[in-house]
C-alpha cells in the first residue's frame, strides 16, 4: 500500500499536474482515496474520513447510493451509450421528470455532461432565442472553465490567461440592483446568476434582489438564466433555490447532484417558447456523449431517491442546526471567523485571513474531516455535506471543527 501511494504522488508529479502534487502535500492531503460509502470516504491504509465536502454539492445521496448503483448497473447489461440513431427512452424519461419537478413552466432540457456544458447550452440558446448577444453576469461568480462559461465567470485569475474570450459580456456586483438597473437595456439577451454564489464563498443575495432582476428582465425583454449547478436539488433546503425567493428563470442548468455522485451528468432546461429555435433545427446543439442511457438512469433514480427520502426537509432542518452551532462557533471563536452565512446543507465559514482557512482545513484532515475552501474566494471554508447526513455526525463535525479550531489559533499565535 505504502508502493501504490507513492507511486500515485509520483505519477501526479510526472504526469497530472506538478502544481496540483505540490499543494497535496503542503496541506497534508497526499492520501490516496480508495473506497467510499454514504458519508465515509477511506484511504488506502483503511482510514476513515467523514466527508464534509461531498464533491462541491456532488454527493447529496452520499457516496455509492445503493439504489443509484442498483440503476446503472441493470442499464449497463442493457446499452450503456446510446447509438444516436434510434429513440432513447431513458433520456425522455429524464426530460419528462426535469419539467414535472422544476419551477414554473420550464419544460424542454438538453442533458449533458457537466455544469460548464450545462452553461454553454444556456448562453447559446439565450443568443439564439433572443437575436440579441450582449450577457450580463456577476463579478465574483462562477459559471465554469470552458470557453462560453468562462467568459461569463466573474473571477480575472481564471479569465486572464485565456482573453480574448466572448465579446459583450458585462460584469455587475453580485447582489446590487443599482449596478443591473444601469447595465440591462433592450440590446441585451440574458441575465446569467446563481441564486447564491458558490464558489464566490456562499454569498446569499438581498432578500428582493432575485425577484427585481426578475422584474428587470421582463421589462427588458432579457432572458434570466439561473445556475442551480450547486445549489439545485434539495442542497440549499428547497428543491431549487430560487424557490426561497419565489422565483422562476427562463433557463435553469443543473449538473453536480443531478448524477447521483456516480454519473456525470448536466442539463439547460427551458420553456417551450425558446426552445422552438431548437426544434427548429434539432442539430445546432448536440452531444455524442450527452444523455446517455447510463447517466440518464442514475439521474432519474437520483430526483426520486430526493423527494421519496424527503432529503429537501431533511436538509433544511440539518442545515439550520449546523448553521445555528457554527454561529455559536464565530462568536465564541471571533478573533479569526469573520462570518458563518448559508442555506441548508450548503455553509461557508469565512475567515479574518485566508491562512486560517488552509490550516484549518489541515487540521480537519487530522481530524479525519473533509472540507474544503471555496474557489473564488479562499478566506471562505464550505461545508457541503450529503443530505443523508445523520444529526449524530453533525455533532461530531462541529466537536472536531472546534478542536481544529483551537489548533489553529494556537499555530496562528
Known amino acids: 500500500m505504502e508502493d501504490l501511494s507513492k507511486n500515485t504522488m509520483t505519477n501526479y508529479e510526472e504526469y497530472v499536474n506538478s502544481g496540483l502534487a505540490r499543494l497535496f502535500k503542503f496541506m497534508g492531503l497526499d492520501k490516496v482515496e ?102 450580463i453576469t456577476t463579478e465574483n461568480s462562477f459559471h465554469g472553465k470552458s470557453y462560453g462559461a468562462l467568459s461569463v465567470t466573474g473571477r480575472k485569475v481564471f479569465r486572464k490567461p485565456f482573453e480574448p474570450l466572448l465579446s459583450e459580456i458585462e460584469f455587475i456586483p453580485f447582489g446590487d440592483l443599482e449596478a443591473l438597473e444601469h447595465e440591462i437595456d433592450h440590446q441585451t439577451a440574458a441575465v446569467i446568476l446563481e441564486p447564491i454564489q458558490g464558489e464566490g464563498g456562499i454569498i446569499l443575495p438581498p432578500k428582493d434582489y432575485l425577484s427585481q432582476a426578475r422584474e428587470l428582465c421582463d421589462k427588458y425583454g432579457a432572458l434570466l438564466i439561473l445556475d442551480e449547478i450547486q445549489t439545485g436539488l434539495g442542497r440549499t433546503g428547497r428543491m431549487f433555490a430560487c424557490q426561497h425567493y419565489g422565483v422562476t428563470p427562463d433557463i435553469l442548468t443543473l449538473a453536480k447532484a443531478l448524477g447521483g455522485g456516480v454519473m456525470p451528468v448536466g442539463a439547460v432546461v427551458a420553456t417551450a417558447d425558446l426552445w422552438k429555435v431548437f426544434n427548429q433545427n434539432p442539430f445546432l446543439h448536440t452531444s455524442t ?52 452565512r448559508g442555506k441548508g446543507l450548503m455553509i461557508g465559514v469565512e475567515f479574518k485571513d485566508e491562512s486560517y482557512g488552509g490550516l484549518l482545513i489541515s487540521e480537519l484532515v487530522k481530524e479525519n474531516i473533509l472540507v474544503a475552501y471555496t474557489l473564488n474566494q479562499q478566506k471562505v471554508v464550505r461545508l457541503e455535506p450529503p443530505l443523508i447526513i445523520k444529526r449524530e455526525e453533525l455533532d461530531l463535525i462541529l466537536t472536531k471543527f472546534e478542536r481544529a479550531l483551537s489548533k489553529v489559533i494556537e499555530l496562528a499565535s
Open 289 to 340: 456523449f450527452g444523455g446517455n442511457q447510463l447517466a440518464c438512469k442514475a439521474a432519474l433514480t437520483t430526483l426520486r431517491e430526493v423527494q421519496n427520502r424527503n432529503l429537501v426537509s431533511s436538509a433544511q432542518k440539518l442545515g439550520d442546526y449546523l448553521l445555528e452551532n457554527l454561529k455559536q462557533l464565530a462568536t465564541k471563536y471571533s478573533s479569526v471567523i469573520q462570518e458563518v
Open 34 to 135: 480508495w473506497e467510499a460509502e454514504g458519508v465515509t470516504v477511506k484511504d488506502i491504509t483503511g482510514e476513515e474520513y467523514l466527508d464534509c465536502l461531498g464533491g462541491y454539492g456532488t454527493f447529496v445521496l452520499g457516496h455509492r447510493p445503493p439504489k443509484v448503483v442498483e440503476a446503472v448497473k441493470e442499464q449497463l447489461d442493457l446499452m450503456p451509450l446510446s447509438s444516436k440513431i434510434l429513440l432513447n427512452q431513458p433520456l425522455s424519461q429524464l426530460a419528462e421528470e426535469l419539467a414535472e419537478i422544476t419551477p414554473g413552466d420550464l419544460k424542454y432540457s438538453f442533458v449533458c455532461n457537466s455544469g460548464t456544458e450545462a452553461v454553454e447550452g444556456a448562453l447559446k440558446l439565450a443568443r439564439l432565442a433572443t437575436g440579441k448577444s450582449k450577457i
